[in-house]
């Protein structure tokens, strides 16, 4: 009988089996104190017993069994966890001082090395060993996760966070992921994260699923071995006749198909990171250069490639430049002529065709203008600028959904990926911070 | 068309045309000064540059071309390359000093964090970004190889082995690894690597390859994904009835078939490491216990598994005694038996059954007294007891081939894995040092 | 990249170039004659041209295009289409009496074989060649299954259609089709096609597909390799401890979970055949035997492999029976009793413990002796019991949905598939015609 | 642990079992009379016991009992097997003749199908339940190549053959082969059954072949989906720049490697059909152009694609020629010439340039002139003719290989495959008898 699954099944199932031999083991070494211990002693205890340990199968199986505790926990649970980790596996301050203090005499390889030993907590071998148990990658990923929301209020975790940070930027390295287009005939399994990740434009179920698979969509994702059936981030594109100037028709169910050789414009319209544990180990730009170049590939007609992208930063910060001081600012007449609509029209649906252009010009001017640490506010300009992207186009009511008035006032905009222009935009922009935009979007952003 | 490829494959394809484009954008930026540089400047300048970018494409074109330079270095060529790694991409001494210095004054995470970073060479980023292109995980393999070989006469280039070793640690954790079993059906390409692999009992060619493939023999390899084609370890296994005791049946090609249902033994005759860049990073103890189990499960006919094993430092070991001073040893009437006649008789063909049972005494003693630092001296010996096997059996004349004379007297021996005994063998092996054997090999070995 | 697709995709595209370059070549050989041509005019010249035609390119864009045409027709439209291969395509009896007569003379096998191929229509090579086009083996399963619709009115397709059912014969052996076990992991094309054709009890969306996926339930289908998409038939299978009653706790969605140790008995509780075309081209008897042999192998633990069949007959049998003369019947009082009750509560909500024995010795009898032609009355004990099942058990309102009050009455039957006891069953059912059942409810059924 | 295995595997593991429980199944029903029986007369109970049975396990059981005795049979005992099908299932010429008569009396439907089922062969019924079994296709297969062998002296065998020609025919309908590119990361099983193929220019070992799966080199197979191990057809394809004139060049090992950029040529320099039981049953037109409808998409550099391939038919004629009446001939001069050298030098190593130019002129002469039927002679030139390719170029000591000497006096042809002209080619090959040719070669076929 043959199974529509992956080898890596397979494995898991052998593992399973000496998962389950060391569990008689460690069943049979555990005596009475056991019983009475509390579950975040037992974790402790666990957890040292595993550094500790080599045998194999008992090792495997004490892996295993504290990812099922720790799937458990509540949150509480996962406190006590944390701090558990942070008091008992941290790097100890006197090893390393002694090894500074011997590098500072020795200055030789020996010395550093012991230096880098010392520095080394013995909670990067703690991971190390959980990530061998079947499943342990993914489940580290999300502890990761876990741990990011608890640093603002337990700066003292940063430590272990970054612990496991950098393992994990080790074993993302790009050279192990896979790129997969990712369509109707996908496992369910697959598609089922793809409706639970989409964070930009929302899937509603499987039939909405099916429309955004349809022949004129494509869907990419990055796999990383250890997690087959769950993605790392996704990438929506609509194949279209010229560039897309609002979100709606993209992702309507029932628009017309346009015929493949009428197709000349790929436009990335959502690009969905799928794990908050993975965040800041980015693949993003990555993503969209070479699913560019697998669709140049496949499809020689598509001549343009852009996203179609929201501006998450614009009302913010308008609306901060309008509680500031609006009669200050270089655009004053827009500004104020702004001031008077916004509050009684968010929606900014009965705005005039002269408002219109004051609002455009404000998203322009705050697009290539305003900047922090020499680089734009936008978040997501950010990201395609740094990427080699230029600012090509600005929308007007290009998004009306709650959340598009809500943070980009219903403008999207078109970052353009010309492949002879990516390199040399992206030296502007590191070298000069100088955002490059077309013509038209200049002369909206001039004064 | 269908391909039997790995997906794998595919992805190359993608890559190398992102790289192919990365080229292009790299002509064009080189100035004429390129023309006038030597291989290890040009080397040097691209590494710089590698570390020193950000743009994807031309970074995955950089890295190819650094890795193809590589590729095709003579051995001149590769010192040069190290030196210069070592020269320009060290960690900088002064940077550590100012960092732990800080680090004592401060002793907080940021200060903690800055001195990891300080202690993190260049070289660390040039290998994480060199692994992101085409065939990176494997050239990274191999360059580690070449660096092993080159420490005892460059001990300054261990920094730079020091940082590629950490990675490969992260890299190869075991949970990435895939156990396959490797038959007839496997991939050419795979089937020639285990015939260049093959360590122990050298594989003659295709037919003989075939015959160790056969329905009573197995052969499982460990897999990294970025290395589909590229076994990481294996091991060679004989089904038959009862314990093996010489390797000659277990090799031949023109053996009988014993039936499915007559066998009872699983013999794990050959263990082979294939890359020395994955030296000390052992997969081997791990390779064994998931094959008994999936074994186990297969056939639940089989209910031995052991090894047959050589003693590669016996002849050494006893060589050694003989020259210094056999007349002060435990054994000294073995020893002096033994000192006569080896000289003359290397073979021991003539040996008569006093000379035989005084050299199996000795072997026995050798295994089980003989010890460094506590452990056994003899490596394969370490590596079994130490996975938690027993010493069953000492064979003699096991292994009359040349290199089974030149270092272990043509002596072989099984270890035992009893899965019932390996945690508790494991342990008493690593707590106390001391060799788990059978009683007839304990009676041999007592004065 | 590398797409999780079957290798057989690929093969598609490149049939898909090669009728794209005989379409232009067909183009260019037609005349203007075409522009005025019918429809059914130009199906009849298309499937002659393609009948005698030998260009490989061109043959396969005809047969792409006809198989095209025929998917958009409407329910005139292939009656159009049948009458056109009726008349134009069938076996000619000129043909058949020359070669009958030559053969009543020759008697030797040039002549068997002249008259083979005189009985051989157009049609049968017609078929043959539209196969080859890509997508054709499914069109011509879904053709078979429109033209059994139109048998009853138009018995002179009887022909045409028994031409297409050989085929189908053929390339439905039972050698070339795959077993596969389909979960989560499966293609959502695949499970897409699972609701579709689930005919016993519904399933309500992807929700309710997942939960007949779980743990604790087994899904299994044969596919061909031509159309690996879509499966021929598949059969659900609950895993519980003991026997299953009632078909409600076996389709809940939120029924408590029981751990795989407890499991002892598998129940097929919903059989469905994927396509009217295959309709008495039979595989629900190998299917069953197959999935037992693997859910044995795989689970040890599971003893028992029975059906929760429904007794589709039943209720209108009694209703006949009654309608007829109730008082003749063996059964009589039981007769009398039921109608009185029926006609008021056909749901038999209310029915007494005795009316409610009375009922199930009536649908023992009706199982057990009611025959037609030597076998059983009711279709589903026709293939159960024809398999070499035997009738273990029958339960009172144990589905009572709709469709199973309407033929049922509520009442649900296990049928046993005892390994030793099969193929003794199987002939004592076909050799004497007698019914294999359980003192229970041969008891039941004792008049 | 994951296998590199097809899952196939995993269903005949199945099946097998099925198999393993039918067999104690037959083995308690078999009685004493059994062990008396001779093996022909076991093999005509167990083929009349398989025709009639319905029992599914025990039905697949007896098919693979069949086969493993037929597996092992000498050719005397094939001979005894065939005879035994002839006596026991032929079809039974009084029941065509009653069922004639009836036709020609009734001429309806149903007449008709007893007519149809008189005329299949119990045999018939006997090769379709063999092909349920595992392995069971390949086996027929075999059968096949074995009867055809004995056809010409046992004519008798020819409703038998025929009887299985038509099975095979239905189950090898091109629309169920999977056309797959076949290169070094291919299974060694299948690699393996290439060396032992390669009919045309044999393949030495395992270097030999791993040189015909280079870069510059292309191998193509067709598979059918129940032998996904052993290829029904391949061709092998040499990339090159320009047209190939002789052989040596094409599969010599040590050649220098083309780079890709420059080949604008792909020569088929060798077709193979790998079992002499599809006799009949073609392949090869198709082949060449979905593999050059696949090199095109692959490699747009490529312009031409031609084969290199030999007058298997010109020495045999030549010399029948020169034996009967040369001087009669149109080429009366040319012959007499060749005459007088041929017997002394069969090489032609000596000729002279003015008998080159008559060896030439007569060859030309040969494959555009001489036929039978209205078709060319030389089969291989009526296969490439028949699919529409062109006769390019006709070169002299091309293969000086004994086999290419003795069958085509060294000369080797291209037939050139054109896209735009393979429909025209073909329909004026077939409807006119006209070979197509360059005008080089018709100027040398001039008189």
Redesign the interface.
């Known amino acids: 009988?043959?199974?529509?699954?992956?080898?890596?099944?397979?494995?898991s199932?052998?593992?399973d089996?000496?998962v389950e031999?060391g569990r008689a083991?460690l069943k049979g070494r555990r005596d009475a104190s056991d019983r009475f211990a509390s579950v975040p002693e037992l974790m402790a205890m666990r957890c040292r017993e595993l550094v500790d340990h080599?045998?194999?199968?008992?090792g495997l199986a004490l892996a295993r069994e504290i990812l099922d505790v720790y799937e458990n926990l509540s949150g509480e649970g996962r406190d006590a966890f944390f701090d558990m980790l942070h008091r008992d596996f941290s790097?100890d301050?006197s090893l390393?001082?002694a090894a500074?203090e011997r590098?500072?005499t020795d200055?030789d390889?020996n010395a550093?090395?012991a230096?880098?030993r010392a520095?080394e907590s013995p909670c990067q071998k703690l991971f190390?060993r959980l990530?061998?148990?079947p499943g342990?990658?993914s489940l580290l990923v999300a502890m990761r996760g876990h741990l990011l929301t608890r640093l603002y209020a337990n700066?003292?975790l940063?430590?272990i966070e970054?612990d496991l940070r950098h393992?994990l930027i080790?074993?993302f390295?790009?050279?192990?992921l896979?790129?997969?287009?990712?369509?109707?005939?996908?496992?369910?399994?697959?598609?089922?994260k793809i409706i639970e990740y989409e964070a930009v434009h929302e899937i509603n179920?499987?039939d909405d699923l099916?429309n955004r698979l349809n022949q004129d969509r494509r869907l990419?994702a990055f796999f990383h071995?250890?997690m087959p059936?769950d993605p790392i981030i996704f990438v929506e594109i609509a194949l279209g006749q010229g560039s897309a100037s609002s979100i709606a028709p993209l992702i309507q169910t029932d628009r017309p198909e346009l015929e493949a050789a009428s197709q000349d414009t790929a436009t990335f319209y959502s690009i969905s990171n799928c794990h908050k544990g993975l965040k800041g180990i980015s693949f993003g730009?990555?993503l969209i250069?070479?699913v560019a170049?697998?669709l140049s590939?496949e499809m020689p007609g598509i001549k343009r490639f852009e996203t179609l992208s929201p501006v998450p930063g614009f009302r913010g910060w308008l609306e901060c430049t309008l509680a500031s001081n609006a009669e200050a600012h270089v655009l004053k007449d827009e500004l104020l002529a702004v001031q008077e609509i916004l509050p009684q029209d968010g929606s900014l649906e009965t705005t005039d065709d002269a408002l219109r252009s004051d609002v455009l010009k404000l998203c322009a001017h705050y697009l290539i203008e305003e900047k922090q640490a020499g680089f734009p506010l936008d978040p997501v300009a950010r990201f395609h600028l740094g990427?080699?992207a230029s600012l090509d186009f600005i929308h007007w009511r290009a998004d009306t959904s709650d959340l598009g008035m809500k943070r980009s006032l219903g403008i999207m905009v078109n970052y353009l990926y010309e492949?002879a222009q990516?390199?040399k935009n992206?030296?502007t922009y590191?070298a000069e911070g100088r955002v490059v935009a077309s013509n038209g979007v200049r002369k909206l952003a001039r004064v």
């Open positions: 009988m043959s199974a529509r699954q992956p080898a890596r099944g397979a494995l199932r052998i593992l089996s000496i031999s083991i080599r045998g194999e199968a008992s790097t301050p390393v001082l500074a590098y500072g200055r390889f550093l090395e230096l880098r520095i190390r990530n061998m148990a342990g990658t700066p003292q940063s430590a970054s393992l080790a074993w390295n790009r050279g192990f896979d790129l997969q287009r990712i369509n109707w005939d996908a496992s369910a399994r697959v598609l089922e179920g499987w099916r990419f071995p250890a059936y730009n990555f250069k070479q170049a697998d590939a990427n080699g492949d990516i390199e992206h030296e590191f």
